[in-house]
């Protein structure tokens, strides 16, 4: 579980995220949504350490994460995978390279187990046939398949992914989504997904967190979502036809 | 008064951040043979990849020096053999470890600093630090260490291309007969000379590699951020070559 306690973050003369608090459940996918520039990945990096925060704390299963330094952070970050937007892959590395990058920098785990854990990645990610390419040889969809397999070779008890469907087609986006939601049942992480994609939100979402200018501005289950009356949220989900659609058949 | 108020301020700013990302290199390494491995593939990229361009220039202004050294010592007094000795060193004192390291700053240097200010604006170093890694040593440091093992060879490459381009031009243009070429360059040779230029090309090569990597890992935005952060990134590296040729050559030769 990941808490996050009164945390504030401004940049220059902006406040960006203001006394924030939130709990991201074990075992299931937690959804951050907002509108461009809310504060959203903000949150995420603030939660993540690549930013430090202003004020508040942010903890991993009890663990006080802003408070420790970077070498005391480095057993918690062993525990986190992270899906970047644009995947973040390497580009000088081959798609098993990139994939036995963390396995190389901390185990001592032979050339032979190594390759293992990778295929058996790239399998979980439904990905074969590519480990000897680029990343530039590779479509965005497998990019962002790479990016996951990459994120759980340490098997991490924290997965966070930033907009993993954004660029992507509907179907692929269904098929990251579903993938996350897979890896989140079987390995029992906590996830966190940062996403404005409303399809994202009705089909995987359990917890969600709306961030509206820089502040918490509700939080709840998707069941809670369907029903509440917070203006600001509803005009952000229910803002395309086909979500008013579902508004009014709900 | 303002406006250099605010220079100032920002060269203090950045003076103050390139010895932070400085101490940042020397936190223990993660695992010592990702490093040897980084630095392996560093020695091939930044040392037998700047072999041509080092080759070609050398072996041209080799000539150059001698041709106009040739075309400047007309003095019946003074032998046609000091054309040798001129041109030798001039190639082993200044040319080949100053002039030959600004071309480097502007191959190496740019490399460098578009390198990783692409890893930066696409969030790859950002993937780094959350695995926990040291993202400043693990790209710069197995840099820094390559550079300053392979760039003195390359320099004492270039002494020989750039003799060699004048004994060739000398000979051809009939202008320093072969034999009196090979006088001077034996004559009056002062070994310290080359010591000299290796501790000029050290100190060359690190802020060559220092100062890129630095403006490459601090690049903020996209693409045209990675552009400037290259243009400068050859700059700054050509003037402290600079300023640090003069700095040596008053320490060590005054």
Same mark, same amino acid.
């Given at each position: 579980?990941?808490?996050?306690?009164?945390?504030?973050?401004?940049? =220059?003369?902006?406040?960006?995220?203001?006394?924030?608090?939130?709990?991201?459940?074990?075992?299931?996918?937690?959804?951050?949504?907002?509108?461009?520039?809310?504060?959203?990945?903000?949150?995420?990096?603030?939660?993540?350490?690549?930013?430090?925060?202003?004020?508040?704390?942010?903890?991993? =299963?009890?663990?006080?994460?802003?408070?420790?330094?970077?070498?005391?952070?480095?057993?918690?970050?062993?525990?986190?995978?992270?899906?970047?937007?644009?995947?973040?892959?390497?580009?000088?590395?081959?798609?098993?390279?990139?994939?036995?990058?963390?396995?190389?920098?901390?185990?001592?785990?032979?050339?032979?187990?190594?390759?293992?854990?990778?295929?058996?990645?790239?399998?979980?990610?439904?990905?074969? !046939?590519?480990?000897?390419?680029?990343?530039?040889?590779?479509?965005?969809?497998?990019?962002?398949?790479?990016?996951?397999?990459?994120?759980?070779?340490?098997?991490?008890?924290?997965?966070?992914?930033?907009?993993?469907?954004?660029?992507?087609?509907?179907?692929?986006?269904?098929?990251?989504?579903?993938?996350?939601?897979?890896?989140?049942?079987?390995?029992?992480?906590?996830?966190?997904?940062?996403?404005?994609?409303?399809?994202?939100?009705?089909?995987?979402?359990? !917890?969600?967190?709306?961030?509206?200018?820089? !502040?918490?501005?509700?939080?709840?289950?998707?069941?809670?979502?369907?029903?509440?009356?917070?203006?600001?949220?509803?005009?952000?989900?229910?803002?395309?036809?086909?979500?008013?659609?579902?508004?009014?058949?709900? | 008064?303002?406006?250099?108020?605010?220079?100032?301020?920002?060269?203090?700013?950045?003076? @103050?951040?390139?010895?932070?990302?400085?101490?940042?290199?020397?936190?223990?390494?993660?695992?010592?043979?990702?490093?040897?491995?980084?630095?392996?593939?560093?020695?091939?990229?930044?040392?037998? @990849?700047?072999? @041509?361009?080092?080759?070609?220039?050398?072996?041209?202004?080799?000539?150059?020096?001698?041709?106009? +050294?040739?075309?400047?010592?007309?003095?019946?007094?003074?032998?046609?053999?000091?054309?040798?000795?001129?041109a030798r060193d001039s190639i082993i004192l200044e040319f080949s470890p100053t002039i030959i390291m600004l071309v480097l700053a502007g191959k190496v240097g740019s490399s460098i600093a578009s390198?990783?200010?692409?890893?930066?604006?696409?969030?790859?170093?950002?993937?780094?630090?959350?695995?926990?890694?040291?993202? +400043?040593?693990?790209?710069?440091?197995?840099?820094?260490?390559?550079?300053?093992?392979?760039?003195?060879?390359?320099?004492?490459?270039?002494?020989?291309? @750039?003799?060699?381009?004048?004994?060739?031009?000398?000979?051809? +243009?009939?202008?320093?007969?072969?034999?009196?070429?090979?006088?001077? %360059?034996?004559?009056?040779?002062?070994?310290?000379?080359?010591?000299?230029?290796?501790?000029?090309?050290?100190?060359?090569?690190?802020?060559? #590699?220092?100062?890129? +990597?630095?403006?490459?890992?601090?690049?903020?935005?996209?693409?045209?951020?990675?552009?400037?952060?290259?243009?400068?990134?050859?700059?700054?590296?050509?003037?402290?070559?600079?300023?640090?040729?003069?700095? %040596? #050559?008053?320490?060590?030769?005054?």
């Amino acid at each position: 579980m990941i808490e996050v306690k009164n945390i504030s973050k401004h940049f =220059d003369k902006k406040q960006v995220l203001e006394n924030i608090s939130c709990t991201f459940e074990k075992g299931k996918i937690n959804l951050i949504i907002g509108q461009s520039g809310s504060g959203k990945t903000v949150l995420m990096k603030c939660a993540i350490g690549l930013f430090e925060v202003d004020k508040g704390a942010v903890f991993f =299963d009890g663990r006080n994460f802003s408070e420790l330094s970077f070498i005391e952070r480095k057993p918690i970050r062993q525990e986190i995978g992270m899906v970047f937007q644009g995947g973040a892959l390497f580009d000088s590395l081959t798609v098993e390279q990139n994939v036995m990058f963390p396995l190389n920098m901390f185990t001592n785990q032979t050339l032979k187990q190594k390759l293992d854990r990778v295929n058996f990645c790239l399998q979980r990610v439904n990905l074969s !046939k590519v480990n000897k390419l680029f990343p530039s040889e590779i479509s965005g969809g497998m990019k962002k398949r790479v990016a996951i397999a990459r994120a759980i070779s340490m098997n991490p008890k924290y997965l966070f992914c930033d907009e993993p469907n954004s660029g992507l087609d509907p179907q692929t986006s269904i098929v990251i989504d579903n993938l996350i939601q897979e890896i989140t049942e079987e390995f029992q992480t906590t996830t966190i997904i940062n996403t404005h994609d409303m399809n994202s939100v009705t089909e995987i979402g359990e !917890k969600i967190v709306f961030i509206y200018q820089g !502040k918490k501005w509700w939080e709840g289950t998707y069941n809670d979502l369907k029903s509440a009356d917070n203006q600001e949220l509803n005009d952000f989900v229910f803002a395309t036809k086909v979500m008013k659609n579902l508004k009014a058949s709900l | 008064m303002y406006f250099y108020r605010v220079m100032l301020s920002n060269t203090w700013f950045e003076v @103050g951040r390139y010895w932070i990302f400085m101490k940042g290199l020397f936190v223990k390494p993660e695992k010592i043979v990702v490093y040897y491995r980084q630095v392996k593939h560093e020695l091939n990229s930044i040392g037998v @990849g700047a072999m @041509g361009i080092v080759i070609i220039t050398s072996v041209f202004m080799g000539a150059v020096i001698t041709i106009q +050294s040739s075309y400047n010592l007309v003095n019946p007094l003074v032998p046609i053999y000091a054309v040798g000795i001129v041109a030798r060193d001039s190639i082993i004192l200044e040319f080949s470890p100053t002039i030959i390291m600004l071309v480097l700053a502007g191959k190496v240097g740019s490399s460098i600093a578009s390198e990783i200010g692409t890893m930066r604006v696409t969030e790859q170093i950002d993937a780094l630090e959350i695995m926990g890694i040291n993202s +400043s040593g693990y790209l710069t440091l197995p840099k820094i260490i390559a550079a300053i093992f392979v760039l003195p060879f390359v320099v004492i490459l270039s002494m020989f291309a @750039g003799i060699i381009g004048g004994w060739v031009a000398g000979d051809l +243009s009939g202008t320093v007969p072969s034999a009196d070429y090979i006088k001077g %360059l034996q004559d009056q040779f002062v070994p310290f000379n080359i010591t000299f230029a290796m501790i000029k090309t050290v100190v060359f090569a690190y802020i060559i #590699t220092s100062v890129s +990597s630095y403006h490459g890992f601090y690049t903020e935005g996209g693409a045209l951020e990675v552009g400037q952060s290259s243009t400068k990134a050859v700059v700054y590296s050509s003037i402290l070559i600079l300023v640090f040729d003069y700095i %040596l #050559t008053q320490l060590i030769l005054a």
